[in-house]
């Protein structure tokens, strides 16, 4: 029902009066005092609908995004603006929980105790704040350590598409993130993961990582106002652990090119004119925005690790190329990897650190780093003539650089400990020297009598020998039992 007499200001509360409503854009009348931009307003018999300033078309007159549905606004309602902005709770409080972009916690549990709120409009770090140094975020996991290092404070982009296990790698780094350096990790889901925020919730609770998590979840069901904010306010969360509490954390941000989406709509919805491709004018901006927050500080670092969509895999597309400008390591999953049972599906060479310098990791690991990944490139240009003609057309020294090469592609696979249920397999966290010391040693050519299986889902390289032993003595076994048998 619409209202007809103006409520009396108090208790710092402003009222002003609904002059229009167009799906999720709301024009609100304010006589005096009116709202900056980001001021959050709220309408309705119990004030359940909330919608943010996004610009001031004149003296009296805002013009506003819904963050909720919009069904029972009318024109003549009023709009209540208490003078804050949208604001999330922070603290310890909020470890091992899910919420929503308001703050609302959405696992049915117990309300978390009164919290401080902080704003989600928070500014980057100073540059007088920042890290100079190039720190390098070992994760345990082979394969991103030795070629695509990532940078501690840095983003890092996962790109890959459904069942390339992005959602395994992602739960692996949060269980190394929180086993090794006791630090925070925070899962956002913008549009693209929340449909599966469930699954992924008990998979963390199953790990045993939720306790030392936040999962914060804009749903794709939800009007784009909210799925453009969601990113702000888990960064809010994060930069108190950074800063207040001064520990790590890791962000994981799924996905990205759904923010990025969400902004677009809702400039659609402003009545902005779009640029190429119907994104919209301000999307450097609004990127930024949000990923110059990502910062590593004196204080703590927020490393980040966000799944990218390429949309119709075009890279020169504008999403992804805003996207990578801000990145300083891609990680490319290969769905034929996964097809070969090669996890983490990562194709090596289509991925790339900005790390990967002698002067951050040092001479002895850059100089392998590009033995391995000459010996790869070589093995990929020798696979249409093996398919063609057989590996033993090949010299002597392409047969040892293919077999060298398919070395390495197994012992970069890794057993997880977010899958150890499923595959039996026992998890593995392997130090960088001694992956790195493992590559070394199959380079120089000291496992060629060793079959290429006893490399698959291992940690460190000696467990090959002891991989290949066991193969050998069940071998004899075997063929004892069948010569008593005959």
């Known amino acids: 029902m619409t209202e007809t007499t103006s409520p009396k200001s108090g208790n710092g509360s402003i009222f002003g009066k609904i002059i229009a409503v167009r799906g999720s854009v709301v024009d609100v009348w304010f006589e005096t005092d009116i709202p900056a931009i980001y001021s959050l307003l709220h309408a309705g018999k119990n004030n359940e609908i909330s919608f943010e300033v996004m610009t001031q078309l004149d003296s009296h007159t805002v013009r506003c995004i819904a963050m909720t549905a919009t069904q029972?606004?009318?024109r003549g309602t009023f709009a209540e603006y208490k003078g804050n902005e949208?604001?999330?709770?922070?603290?310890?409080n909020i470890l091992g929980r899910m919420f929503d972009v308001f703050g609302?916690?959405?696992?049915?549990l117990e309300p978390i105790p009164k919290a401080e709120r902080r704003s989600i409009h928070q500014s980057p770090p100073p540059l007088s704040d920042r890290s100079t140094k190039s720190e390098i975020f070992v994760t345990g996991i082979k394969a991103i350590d030795v070629l695509l290092p990532l940078e501690r404070g840095g983003k890092s982009g996962l790109l890959g598409g459904a069942g390339v296990g992005k959602t395994v790698l992602l739960t692996e780094l949060?269980?190394?993130m929180v086993g090794q350096n006791q630090g925070v990790s925070i899962f956002c889901g913008i549009g693209e993961r929340s449909r599966e925020g469930q699954e992924l919730y008990h998979e963390m609770k199953d790990a045993g990582v939720l306790d030392d998590m936040v999962m914060v979840f804009g749903q794709m069901n939800e009007p784009p106002g909210a799925r453009f904010r969601v990113g702000h306010a888990a960064l809010t969360m994060a930069e108190y652990f950074r800063d207040d509490e001064q520990r790590d954390v890791l962000l994981l941000i799924d996905n990205i090119f759904r923010f990025i989406q969400a902004g677009m709509e809702v400039s659609g919805l402003m009545g902005q004119m779009p640029s190429r491709l119907g994104y919209q004018p301000t999307m450097g901006r609004d990127l930024s925005k949000l990923e110059e927050r990502i910062a590593h500080t004196k204080t703590g670092a927020i490393t980040s690790i966000q799944a990218v969509y390429v949309p119709a895999d075009d890279m020169t597309d504008?999403?992804?190329v805003h996207t990578f400008a801000h990145l300083s390591a891609s990680i490319v999953l290969s769905?034929?990897?996964?097809?070969?049972?090669?996890y983490p599906a990562i194709d090596l060479l289509q991925s790339n650190s900005k790390m990967a310098t002698p002067g951050i990791i040092g001479e002895r690991h850059y100089q392998l780093a590009q033995q391995i990944r000459q010996t790869l490139a070589q093995y990929e240009e020798l696979k249409d003539i093996i398919a063609m003609l057989g590996i033993e057309q090949l010299s002597p020294a392409d047969r040892a650089l293919v077999n060298r090469a398919r070395k390495l592609e197994r012992f970069f696979t890794q057993p997880f400990f977010s899958t150890e249920k499923f595959s039996?397999?026992?998890g593995k966290d392997v130090s960088l020297e001694d992956a790195l010391s493992g590559c070394e040693r199959i380079l120089a050519d000291e496992f060629k009598d060793l079959p290429e299986s006893s490399f698959y889902m291992i940690g460190k390289v000696e467990e090959a020998i002891v991989k290949s032993r066991e193969k050998d003595s069940s071998k004899t076994n075997k063929d004892k039992k069948e010569e008593v048998t005959a």
């Open 86 to 92: 949208l604001t999330v709770p922070v603290g310890k």
């Open 104 to 108: 609302n916690t959405i696992d049915k």
């Open 174 to 176: 949060i269980h190394n």
């Open 424 to 426: 039996d397999l026992e």
């Open 335 to 342: 769905r034929k990897k996964a097809g070969e049972g090669l």
């Open 72 to 74: 029972g606004l009318a």
């Open 318 to 320: 504008p999403a992804a």
